[in-house]
């Protein structure tokens, strides 16, 4: 019997899946315990490197094959132990207890073979700094996510000069400052699994190499690296310019002020995410939204610029990660990359297009207007006679209220007592018609079609009363034969169970998710969070393989009673029932459901959803009763 905590399980497959570089095919590995001299070891490989975990163990040695899928089943927040054996060659178990509560698991044992071998350990370790393992991490991030022409997806680990590298054709950091016990230079995989707290809370770090492999451990974790022996590498240092024209030293408060401002600054919405680096008058960073015209500029007051006044657009997160590296020496050199340099950091990125460049509020200020052509103010004069003008005709106002004065000449007096529409109508000579004036209300006019439309309209809902009522009785007869089946299955059941001398236990129908998927249904492979970053909370087995809580039997009979006497209260009721008659009934059938047994109380609940059902049959036939009679 091999045991391990649920905490370390959920920590595992955590980084197990971070231990793959880009999107990854195929079935989940296979997860290894292993007993020997009493170590335990828990490990699995992927396409691109190993992740083991080590801790000291009680037991005579012995090796367990678990699929990745189990640990899943079993993984919790906290430390209680999980108890991991074999009961048949084929057959494996899990038990642990979740809040007091026993729990287990069986899995499909899998064969072990050579592959299944732990790679050998390197021969001596070597302590690096707890910043060689954010290297890796900031590196990876910086990789390309697919190959190209140069291997842009591998890290490059420079034992000679002690450096790590990482760049996407567009970007590179380069971090150094470390002492490696090799001298040559090796290309790893950009894996996301060194972002993780298991990684970043160890202070003891160390490195070695064995068997094609660069190890990294820390901690109880370790994780093995394959080298790429037939990838090609740019040289990314030495593109890194030696001098360069203008020279921006960044200020501690301003970078810090400018962290934060960088996300709301204009155009945060476009593909490039641009913003413009002036050192004309001080230096600045500037950003318009070209859609809407917004223009916002942040001025670096404590921060001092040497050389020629420049203005170059950059990538936004280009400049935030730099400022998170506390990279605050800009070097810009004209047709050369940018270059943001910290201690032991330098972060490079390739300038935006000009076009990019996001000009001064006073230059645009200064541009030259549109001249529009000034208007005479004396009045045009055409040749021969002037037309007649038209006299203006006012609109006569649909109210009464106020009245005009008799004498205005504009207005027209309305005799009381009639009633008219705007516009007034015309006679054949083109005058206006008499005014109807306001008061007495028209004759009804016959409506187009009205007594034809009635008859359609009582003819469709007389037919949707015979539906509804052939519907009524359809109901009635299927929940008659449904209920009539499930009795007689369930009287069955219970005869032979009686006859055998045995009770039979309720099979639970839950689903099994497959053993080789490599990822749950709820943190895919195929997500779209950031795998760089590190924001997974405790997560609880799923529903599927757990085995949950019994419920008080108690209780349960007293629920499923209660709710019994009111659906067939409520259906009598629904009968037009007297209401003494319906609590009559419903206290009754209550009653038999908390003083009888298990049996009555089945009886009872199948008695109330009956009900149900007969009450909403019953509602359909009131409904089909109502059409009718309309």
């Known amino acids: 019997m091999i045991v391990w905590s649920r905490g370390s399980a959920r920590a595992f497959r955590a980084l197990a899946r971070k231990c793959v570089a880009g999107r990854p095919r195929g079935p989940a590995p296979v997860v290894v315990f292993e007993v020997r001299a009493g170590t335990l070891t828990v490990w699995t490989r992927t396409a691109d490197a190993g992740l083991a975990y080590t801790a000291p163990t009680d037991g005579t040695d012995r090796r367990l094959l678990v699929p990745m899928a189990t640990l899943a089943d079993v993984e919790g927040g906290g430390d209680e132990p999980v108890e991991w054996g074999v009961e048949t060659p ?19 044992a899998v064969r072990p073979d050579k592959s299944h071998r732990l790679p050998g350990l390197p021969d001596e370790w070597h302590p690096v700094p707890d910043g060689f393992v954010s290297a890796l991490h900031e590196c990876g991030r910086t990789a390309a996510t697919e190959p190209a022409r140069f291997a842009l997806n591998r890290v490059q680990v420079r034992g000679a000069t002690g450096q790590v590298i990482g760049t996407d054709g567009r970007s590179a950091l380069v971090c150094g400052g470390f002492t490696l016990p090799f001298r040559d230079d090796v290309l790893i995989p950009a894996v996301p699994v060194f972002g993780a707290r298991e990684w970043t809370a160890e202070p003891d770090v160390r490195v070695g190499r064995a068997g094609g492999h660069l190890v990294v451990a820390a901690g109880p974790w370790r994780v093995f690296l394959s080298i790429d022996t037939a990838g090609r590498y740019p040289d990314v240092a030495g593109l890194v310019p030696k001098t360069a024209t203008t020279t921006i030293e960044i200020a501690d408060g301003d970078a810090a002020a400018l962290a934060v401002q960088l996300a709301s600054l204009p155009g945060a919405e ?49 400049l935030a990660r730099a400022l998170t590296f506390g990279c605050g020496t800009v ?24 076009a990019h460049v996001v000009e001064p509020a006073d230059t645009a200020a200064l541009t030259t207007p549109i001249e529009r052509p000034r208007r005479s103010d004396m009045k045009h004069e055409t040749n021969g006679p002037r037309r007649p003008t038209r006299p203006t005709r006012r609109l006569i106002r649909p109210t009464r209220w106020p009245r005009p004065r008799a004498s205005a000449r504009l207005w027209r007096r309305r005799p009381v007592g009639r009633v008219g529409w705007w516009p007034p109508t015309r006679g054949r000579s083109g005058e206006e018609g008499p005014d109807p004036g306001v008061g007495r209300a028209p004759a009804t006019q016959p409506r187009a079609g009205g007594t034809a439309v009635t008859g359609v309209l009582r003819t469709q809902l007389t037919t949707l009363a015979a539906t ?11 929940v008659a034969g449904e209920l009539a089946r499930a009795v007689s299955a369930a009287v069955q059941q219970v005869v032979q169970a009686v006859a055998a001398g045995r009770t039979t236990e309720p099979v639970s129908e839950s689903r099994r998710r ?10 895919d492979w195929d997500r779209t969070r950031d795998p760089w970053a590190d924001d997974r909370e405790p997560r609880e087995p799923t529903a599927a393989r757990r085995e949950h809580r019994p419920a008080d039997p108690v209780a349960v009979g007293l629920t499923t009673a209660v709710a019994a006497g009111i659906f067939v209260a409520r259906w009598w009721l629904l009968r037009r029932g007297t209401l003494l008659a319906a609590a009559g009934l419903g206290l009754g059938v209550g009653l038999l459901g908390v003083v009888g047994g298990p049996a009555a109380r089945t009886a009872v609940a199948v008695l109330a959803a009956a009900a149900d059902v007969l009450g909403a049959t019953d509602a359909l036939g009131a409904g089909a009763a109502h059409l009718e009679d309309g």
């Open 331 to 354: 070097r810009v050199t004209p047709g050369k990359p940018v270059v943001f340099a910290g201690a032991d950091r330098a972060l490079m990125c390739v300038a935006l297009d000009p």
């Open 468 to 478: 509804i009522a052939d519907l009524k009785e359809r109901v009635r007869v299927a």
């Open 90 to 108: 084929l057959t494996g178990t899990a038990r642990w207890a979740d809040r007091g509560v026993p729990r287990t698991t069986s899995f499909d």
């Open 270 to 318: 476009t593909d490039d995410r641009s913003v413009t680096l002036d050192t004309g008058g001080g230096v600045a960073v500037r950003a318009q939204d070209e859609a809407t015209g917004r223009f916002e500029e942040v001025r670096l007051a404590r921060s001092t610029a040497a050389g020629p006044p420049i203005q170059v657009a950059i990538d936004r997160r280009i």
């Open 514 to 523: 497959p053993a080789d998927r490599w990822a749950d249904d709820e943190d």
